[in-house]
Nanobody, 127 residues
Framework: QVLLVESGGGLVQAGGSLRLSCAAS????????LGWFRQAPGKDREFVAG???????????LYADSVKGRFIISRDNPANTVYLQMNSLKPEDTAIYYC?????????????????WGQGTQVTVSS
């Protein structure tokens, strides 16, 4: 069992930045992929970013095209924590952001590749 708790959401103006954190507990997750997803009102959940576990290609990252070049995912393995640095935020980034624990060490786009999910943190970007 892995418990994931997100923090760092809030209200920000377009062009601003936010940093989300997700702390994992229950067991060490350094060998497992971790990811971020988001869900806007009336829309399906979508993949945002993922980072590989330590056993896969030295920290490989994966990004959705919509956030590539603006968002950065990173992890602190001793702290069992994953981060999402969000820069140049746009109103269309408004959503609830969820942290997810991968079933393997490889980050993937599909939600079915993740088995534990956090409760989510709201990010609102005003125009």
């Amino acid at each position: 069992q892995v418990l994931l708790v997100e923090s760092g959401g809030g209200l920000v103006q377009a062009g601003g930045s936010l940093r989300l954190s997700c702390a994992a507990s229950g067991r060490t997750v350094s060998s497992d992929a971790l990811g971020w997803f988001r869900q806007a009102p009336g829309k399906d959940r979508e993949f945002v970013a993922g980072v590989a576990g330590v056993n896969w290609s030295g920290g490989t990252t994966l990004y959705a095209d919509s956030v590539k070049g603006r968002f950065i995912i990173s992890r602190d393995n001793p702290a069992n924590t994953v981060y999402l640095q969000m820069n140049s935020l746009k109103p269309e980034d408004t959503a609830i952001y969820y942290c997810a624990h991968g079933r393997t060490s490889i980050p993937r786009y599909g939600g079915s590749s993740y088995d534990y999910w956090g409760q989510g943190t709201q990010v609102t970007v005003s125009s």
